[in-house]
């Protein structure tokens, strides 16, 4: 029986993993969303103070500004641009472009962790709800209690982002039958649509409508207060300002410098009030990052770096997890329609099993040209990591603009672990915020990520074996998977070698197949970097407010909760500040 040739699974295996972007209907003007200004635009001389200064119009920073707007003066800077408009982000049909698009006006920016897996951080207002999968499920209360947060406003602020943004999927056919194959292998119960962190197998939320339309963080904006909150796109923050003078107990967050998309100079600034805030919402790469080039963090790093020490913490950029990802590809016999996450199964193990299939048929979508997701990259695995430059990757992937639909029929289930209880790190390569940093995240560095990612593999063998799934595939038996798990190897998605083992040890397949799922976390730990009210420890006006700050990725996806988070903490401080007016 003919299986899909090896060069349609590299291309069908990197395309479908790592989908992302969209079309562009405006919504703009319907959501009545404040005035978005380019950061040009910003007076070179400002006399105007703000109550907050939130960096980073991300996953959390959008609600938290929309909320804070309500009572305060707000300045939102955020280094990349408008998502409306843009059809490379907002139509669930396109959604691989922006990991694809390698530009500087790109939403996504791609970096490559010393562990030789491709990454992407976002850079585009309302963050990686931009450019993600766009699956929606809240964190277990046992996290929520772990954390430290009030259930009970938890439980407000869920509502708030979900009736504004979330809705629930038609299941699409491979999503149903992840559903059902999960059922029979044991994965129950099945606790049908819900939000919540439920064992067994159930369908989640998404920020895609039914017509395909992606609902991102930044229209959370709308709910703000348009006279107290100014946007400023393409606003690069590149230092926080200190007050440092003699005799005052701790330094103090006065203002930001930042950049324009000109390479124009700005200086932003507080209100000389005790309750105001510079608040660091620029994600798990980019809040450790800031806070370095601000002189926030390890002294031996900032002084490679020739920055000046504001504050010593060896903890800041320390801790960073990422939870990993390994994927089973399976071709069917008839073109299979797009999907993208919808249902998910919630194992006792910490194990997540979810499913991705088909690809956008739409003309941008197939021509375009696949930058460093291209399947070409796994050529690179014979360069050592310090040469893998981003030059190197679009020489293996320049001619490369059109591919025949035929490849695309499959799909994906995947597994991935909760956690992880592997953790790295991130250094400054140098002192330019434009620069990604080093990060390294150390996957299957602790063994029982890796027992639990062999356990994930073989929960998708049992699923495979299913009757859902025999009467889907190509030879209408199943394959057996010793010839998927070698379909999957040779796809090359990553920079790591493979080995001649790896449809042998389930282990040595974990290893060498990771990819990421881009729920990095850490860098910024509540209790290390950050207090309880994530005010920066040692400094005074200062707080981080994003995944930096978590241990582990909440629930099966972290977006919901770090939405969530987001109004949460807006919430929290305008009662802590009302409070204080009050004498409380």
Same mark, same amino acid.
């Given at each position: 029986?003919?299986?899909?040739?090896?060069?349609?699974?590299?291309?069908?295996?990197?395309?479908?993993?790592?989908?992302?972007?969209?079309?562009?209907?405006?919504?703009?003007?319907?959501?009545?969303?404040?005035?978005?200004?380019?950061?040009?635009?910003?007076?070179?001389?400002?006399?105007?103070?703000?109550?907050?200064?939130?960096?980073?119009?991300?996953?959390?920073?959008?609600?938290?500004? @929309?909320?804070?707007?309500?009572? !305060?003066?707000?300045?939102?800077?955020?280094?990349?641009?408008?998502? !409306?408009?843009?059809?490379?982000?907002?139509?669930?049909?396109?959604?691989?472009?922006?990991?694809?698009?390698?530009?500087?006006?790109?939403?996504?920016?791609?970096?490559?962790?010393?562990?030789?897996?491709?990454?992407?951080?976002?850079?585009?207002?309302?963050?990686?709800?931009?450019?993600?999968?766009?699956?929606?499920?809240?964190?277990?209360?046992?996290?929520?209690?772990?954390?430290?947060?009030?259930?009970?406003?938890?439980?407000?602020?869920?509502?708030?982002?979900?009736?504004?943004?979330?809705?629930?999927?038609?299941?699409?056919?491979?999503?149903?039958?992840?559903?059902?194959?999960?059922?029979?292998?044991?994965?129950?119960?099945?606790?049908? !649509?819900?939000?919540?962190?439920?064992?067994?197998?159930?369908?989640?939320?998404?920020?895609?409508?039914?017509?395909?339309?992606?609902?991102?963080? @930044?229209?959370?904006?709308?709910?703000?207060?348009?006279?107290?909150?100014?946007?400023?796109?393409?606003?690069?923050?590149?230092?926080?300002?200190?007050?440092?003078?003699?005799?005052?107990?701790?330094?103090?967050?006065?203002?930001?410098?930042?950049?324009?998309?000109?390479?124009?100079?700005?200086?932003?600034?507080?209100?000389?009030?005790?309750?105001?805030?510079?608040?660091?919402?620029?994600?798990?790469?980019?809040?450790?990052?800031?806070?370095?080039?601000?002189?926030?963090?390890?002294?031996?790093?900032?002084?490679?770096?020739?920055?000046?020490?504001?504050?010593?913490?060896?903890?800041?950029?320390?801790?960073?997890?990422?939870?990993?990802?390994?994927?089973?590809?399976?071709?069917?016999?008839?073109?299979?329609?797009?999907?993208?996450?919808?249902?998910?199964?919630?194992?006792?193990?910490?194990?997540?099993?979810?499913?991705?299939?088909?690809?956008?048929?739409?003309?941008?979508?197939?021509?375009?040209?696949?930058?460093?997701?291209?399947?070409?990259?796994?050529?690179?695995?014979?360069?050592?990591?310090?040469?893998?430059?981003?030059?190197?990757?679009?020489?293996?992937?320049?001619?490369?603009?059109?591919?025949?639909?035929?490849?695309?029929?499959?799909?994906?289930?995947?597994?991935?672990?909760?956690?992880?209880?592997?953790?790295?790190?991130?250094?400054?390569?140098?002192?330019?915020?434009?620069?990604?940093?080093?990060?390294?995240?150390?996957?299957?560095?602790?063994?029982?990520?890796?027992?639990?990612?062999?356990?994930?593999?073989?929960?998708?063998?049992?699923?495979?074996?299913?009757?859902?799934?025999?009467?889907?595939?190509?030879?209408?038996?199943?394959?057996?998977?010793?010839?998927?798990?070698?379909?999957?190897?040779?796809?090359?998605?990553?920079?790591?070698?493979?080995?001649?083992?790896?449809?042998?040890?389930?282990?040595?397949?974990?290893?060498?197949?990771?990819?990421?799922?881009?729920?990095?976390?850490?860098?910024?730990?509540?209790?290390?970097?950050?207090?309880?009210?994530?005010?920066?420890?040692?400094?005074?006006?200062?707080?981080?407010?994003?995944?930096?700050?978590?241990?582990?990725?909440?629930?099966?996806?972290?977006? @919901?909760?770090?939405?969530?988070?987001?109004?949460?903490?807006?919430?929290?401080?305008?009662?802590?500040?009302?409070?204080?007016?009050?004498?409380?």
């Amino acid at each position: 029986m003919d299986l899909i040739s090896r060069g349609a699974v590299f291309k069908a295996l990197v395309f479908l993993c790592f989908i992302r972007s969209s079309h562009g209907r405006d919504h703009l003007t319907k959501l009545n969303l404040p005035p978005f200004l380019k950061a040009s635009r910003f007076p070179t001389f400002q006399h105007e103070a703000y109550d907050y200064i939130i960096i980073g119009g991300g996953t959390a920073g959008c609600p938290l500004a @929309a909320t804070l707007s309500q009572n !305060y003066k707000v300045l939102l800077l955020e280094r990349g641009g408008s998502p !409306y408009g843009n059809r490379n982000i907002t139509l669930l049909e396109n959604f691989h472009i922006c990991l694809a698009d390698v530009s500087p006006q790109s939403p996504s920016q791609g970096f490559i962790s010393t562990d030789g897996v491709i990454n992407a951080r976002a850079k585009v207002l309302g963050g990686g709800t931009c450019i993600n999968a766009g699956f929606y499920s809240r964190a277990k209360p046992s996290f929520v209690q772990k954390a430290g947060w009030d259930a009970e406003l938890v439980n407000q602020s869920y509502p708030w982002v979900e009736e504004r943004i979330v809705h629930w999927p038609k299941v699409a056919p491979w999503q149903a039958a992840l559903r059902d194959g999960l059922l029979e292998a044991g994965v129950s119960p099945y606790n049908g !649509y819900s939000y919540d962190h439920l064992y067994g197998t159930k369908v989640g939320g998404t920020i895609f409508d039914e017509t395909g339309y992606r609902h991102t963080a @930044a229209d959370l904006l709308a709910a703000g207060n348009p006279n107290n909150l100014r946007v400023l796109l393409h606003a690069s923050v590149n230092k926080i300002v200190f007050n440092t003078e003699k005799g005052k107990r701790k330094p103090r967050a006065i203002g930001v410098q930042f950049k324009d998309e000109n390479g124009g100079h700005h200086q932003a600034f507080l209100k000389r009030n005790r309750s105001s805030d510079i608040i660091v919402s620029a994600g798990a790469i980019g809040s450790p990052q800031l806070l370095l080039l601000s002189g926030i963090g390890p002294k031996n790093e900032l002084n490679k770096h020739n920055i000046s020490v504001v504050l010593r913490n060896e903890h800041v950029g320390k801790g960073m997890s990422d939870n990993p990802m390994n994927s089973i590809f399976v071709p069917m016999k008839n073109p299979t329609k797009q999907s993208l996450i919808e249902t998910v199964g919630i194992t006792d193990a910490g194990v997540f099993i979810e499913a991705s299939s088909g690809f956008s048929q739409s003309d941008d979508s197939i021509h375009w040209h696949h930058g460093i997701m291209s399947a070409e990259i796994g050529q690179l695995s014979t360069i050592p990591p310090k040469q893998r430059s981003f030059d190197k990757i679009q020489k293996y992937v320049h001619n490369k603009y059109s591919l025949t639909k035929e490849v695309f029929d499959g799909g994906f289930i995947l597994e991935k672990i909760d956690g992880p209880l592997s953790t790295g790190s991130l250094v400054l390569v140098d002192t330019d915020i434009d620069s990604n940093p080093n990060v390294t995240f150390n996957y299957f560095q602790h063994p029982q990520d890796l027992r639990r990612c062999v356990y994930g593999i073989k929960t998708i063998e049992k699923i495979l074996k299913t009757n859902h799934f025999n009467n889907l595939t190509a030879n209408g038996a199943g394959y057996p998977m010793e010839t998927l798990l070698n379909m999957s190897i040779s796809a090359n998605i990553n920079l790591i070698p493979k080995h001649t083992n790896d449809t042998t040890s389930l282990e040595q397949f974990c290893r060498d197949t990771v990819t990421t799922i881009w729920h990095y976390h850490g860098g910024c730990h509540v209790g290390k970097v950050v207090d309880q009210h994530y005010r920066v420890i040692g400094i005074s006006g200062l707080r981080v407010i994003d995944g930096s700050t978590l241990f582990s990725s909440p629930g099966t996806n972290p977006q @919901a909760t770090v939405l969530m988070m987001g109004r949460y903490m807006g919430v929290k401080i305008l009662r802590e500040r009302l409070g204080r007016a009050a004498g409380v």
